[in-house]
């Protein structure tokens, strides 16, 4: 069977046309790893029995252990509709939000998406977040309703009731697809149970039905009824009358577009070179001969093989050893072995061809979201996340001896995982990682603990903070040590349309060469006077530093020192040495010594920096804390318990809603208070209240608390009063 089915695989990944590239997305908990070995265990991938309670793609034992699926793992089955074999190759993807970088990126290797939805649930946040990265990434999704036997077995609704349940949840996605989908796929995506884009059924007893299995098949939904109320095992006939894999794949290559068809209408959206090139006719016609490309969406490390980078091919093909350039890092790299997937298990092939996912390995130094090709191409739309990390723990090796392994460890973990920021300080021995929430960082500890055999000392969750101003400041002066050269600065907050600009991107981060046309124009559209656009210098980390000197004739050699200067004080403002963030820094005179030893980094950095801090402390400094609105559901009577919980932890509610099977509750909550935030919230609705995030932004700390934190930071620093 086994060499039969690889050498299936390795026919039809040559074949476009009869190719599909899924996810499957979905709250947390709402039964997608058991959902998805089902799918493997009927595509004769794992054996019937195992199926659900194996979890092939929870292949991390931390994930096993916990239940939740933290890796996009990639797998691969064949599955037959009318006589044709078909591959679909699947990417498991977590459901809890502080993994929601996987999620983001498995989007992009993939066509269609299979929405899993709870049938007693409905809908959660989760799924919204979830649902809205695949629009974003034009990937269409179909919709499938879990967990139908608790329906019959623990909530005992009549066939009308789940019939009203089934078109709420049905309701419901699609008042989803209509405000987020662009304009010409609110229609077109729509599901319904008619032409079969949903199903139902249940992933943990194995059978699900749509529609046209229905009529095609002659079952009804009574049958289903009758065999859980017949009781004892005979709801295990429904497994062999309708198999969730048959109705669930045939579902996907029914209504899910193979690559050429995707192709056509997802490149122009992610990729934003010249559609009318020859690369750009290649990449919309998935053509198999044209220019390759390749984007990683996943770095696993193999024991045997090191870095794998698991991705989408969106075009030409692949043969072990060719000689590829990675277009963002700009350097040539090889490759030495081409793989497709099967299972958790990748094996070897020849030659790898467009419209697969598939893993490669060799390429050096690769990063998530890197474009591959043979000859320079314009690379693909960077993958934004839609969070930036907020918590911070320090993490030593507990042995001395063991510093060098932890750096080449934290370094690995960096690459497998994008989202984490991790920052090495290789003289103390202490390291920074910051992540999107507890639970993130948690799962990293265990797995530097457990995969990679190295014992660890964490410190308690730190907060991370932002500095910034609150009005334009005077001019100060930065004196140089020599009492030589005079800089003259002033500090203001930046306008809130270029602070979004750098955030979606629109605003490219670094250092601005003299005459940068585009970036002009960009800058005169959101608004900025021609003039002010010109003296733009420096885009850095959400501030920017602008030169509006007038006819310096050697600024030319001081200009970079001036930039250090502020880029080290924007890494480490004044108040706290916190990051700054939205602050517009700007040199507006200067008094140099004319003889340039005299005016060397020596000289200048302090001056400069001296003089930033003046100019800040004169524009009303203040502390910006990390604030996440989260949306809490849980039963009516817990109503009063929740909003308390929520007050106790200075936070505010944005939204109550309330209908038959409860109330969700958004509110917006300051993360310095939400440590052990899981916990609390189930003693206070014991254990039937959850909540999950929505979004996150920085807003200014109450100012009866500010010295109180900065205080705080600065003690925790070791920071002198002068420092």
């Not at 946040?125 to 990265?133: A, F, G, I, S, W």
């Not at 949840?169 to 987020?180: P, Y």
């Not at 055999?453 to 004196?479: C, H």
């Not at 349309?497 to 970036?519: M, S």
């Amino acid at each position: 069977m086994a060499v039969d089915m690889a050498d299936k695989v390795k026919a039809l990944q040559k074949d476009p046309k009869h190719i599909r590239n899924i996810a499957i997305c979905a709250h947390i908990d709402h039964g997608k790893t058991t959902f998805s070995d089902n799918l493997l265990a009927g595509a004769g991938m794992m054996s019937e029995a195992l199926a659900g309670k194996a979890r092939t793609l929870d292949f991390h034992d931390d994930e096993t252990e916990r239940g939740i699926t933290i890796d996009s793992a990639s797998v691969s089955m064949v599955h037959k509709v009318d006589d044709q074999d078909y591959l679909i190759n699947l990417i498991d993807t977590p459901g809890h939000v502080d993994f929601g970088g996987d999620v983001t990126r498995a989007m992009r290797a993939v066509d269609g998406a299979i929405v899993l939805s709870c049938a007693s649930e409905g809908i959660m946040p989760q799924t919204e977040t979830v649902l809205r990265q695949a629009l974003k990434e034009r990937v269409r999704p179909i919709l499938f309703i879990n967990k139908v036997d608790r329906l019959i077995r623990e909530v005992k609704l009549t066939p009308e009731e789940m019939q009203k349940r089934f078109v709420d949840i049905i309701n419901s996605v699609n008042k989803l697809i209509a405000e987020i989908a662009e304009p010409e796929y609110k229609q077109k995506w729509q599901v319904n149970v008619a032409d079969g884009s949903v199903a139902f059924g249940s992933a943990f007893h194995n059978w699900a039905l749509s529609i046209p299995y229905m009529q095609k098949n002659g079952i009804s939904f009574k049958e289903i009824i009758d065999a859980y109320e017949a009781g004892g095992e005979e709801y295990k006939v429904l497994a062999k009358k309708a198999p969730i894999h048959e109705v669930i794949l045939s579902m996907v290559v029914n209504n899910h577009p193979d690559p050429v068809t995707a192709q056509e209408y997802r490149i122009p959206k992610i990729w934003h070179g010249d559609i009318d090139s020859q690369v750009g006719k290649d990449l919309k016609a998935c053509n198999i001969d044209g220019e390759v490309a390749f984007v990683p969406i996943k770095i696993v490390i193999d024991p045997h093989a090191g870095e794998v980078a698991a991705g989408r091919l969106f075009g030409g093909s692949i043969k072990q050893g060719d000689e590829l350039y990675m277009n963002i890092a700009g350097t040539s790299v090889r490759a030495q072995q081409v793989s497709i997937y099967k299972g958790a298990s990748r094996f070897q092939i020849d030659e790898v061809v467009a419209g697969n996912i598939v893993g490669i390995v060799g390429l050096k130094d690769v990063v998530v979201g890197e474009t591959v090709s043979t000859n320079p191409i314009e690379p693909f739309e960077a993958i934004s996340h839609l969070f930036e990390p907020v918590v911070t723990k320090s993490i030593s090796a507990k042995r001395t001896a063991d510093l060098p392994k932890l750096i080449e460890i934290l370094r690995q973990v960096g690459k497998e995982d994008p989202s984490l920021r991790i920052e090495i300080n290789e003289e103390t021995g202490e390291s920074l990682m910051s992540g999107m929430g507890e639970l993130h960082l948690e799962i990293i500890e265990n797995r530097i603990k457990s995969e990679k055999g190295l014992e660890v000392t964490m410190g308690p969750p730190i907060i991370v903070y932002r500095e910034s101003v609150s009005k334009v400041g005077d001019i100060a002066v930065g004196r140089s040590p020599n009492k030589h050269n005079d800089f003259f600065i002033t500090v203001e907050p930046l306008e809130n349309e270029i602070v979004e600009a750098i955030a979606d991107g629109t605003l490219p981060n670094g250092r601005i060469k003299k005459k940068d046309k585009a970036l002009n124009e960009t800058l005169v559209t959101l608004g900025i006077s021609r003039d002010e656009a010109q003296q733009y210098r420096n885009i850095y980390k959400g501030s920017i530093f602008l030169d509006r000197t007038k006819g310096i004739v050697q600024i030319g050699e001081v200009i970079e020192l001036l930039l250090d200067s502020f880029e080290q004080v924007m890494d480490a403002g004044p108040l706290a040495r916190e990051p700054c963030h939205k602050m517009k820094v700007s040199v507006v005179d200067m008094k140099l010594h004319e003889d340039a030893i005299h005016r060397g980094p020596a000289q200048v950095y302090p001056a400069v920096r001296d003089a930033i801090k003046e100019a800040f402390a004169k524009a009303i400094p203040a502390i910006y804390e990390p604030v996440q609105v989260h949306q809490i559901e849980a039963p009516v009577s817990f109503m009063g318990a929740v909003t308390s919980l929520v007050s106790g932890k200075r936070g505010t509610l944005v939204d109550v809603q309330q209908d038959e099977t409860g109330i969700t509750i958004r509110a917006e909550l300051p993360v310095s208070e939400m440590i052990g935030w899981t916990s609390d919230l189930r003693s206070a609705t014991e254990g039937r209240g959850v909540s999950s995030l929505v979004s996150q932004t920085f807003k200014k700390l109450p100012s009866d608390m500010q010295t109180k934190i900065i205080k705080q930071i600065r003690e925790r620093k070791g920071l002198a009063e002068n420092q």
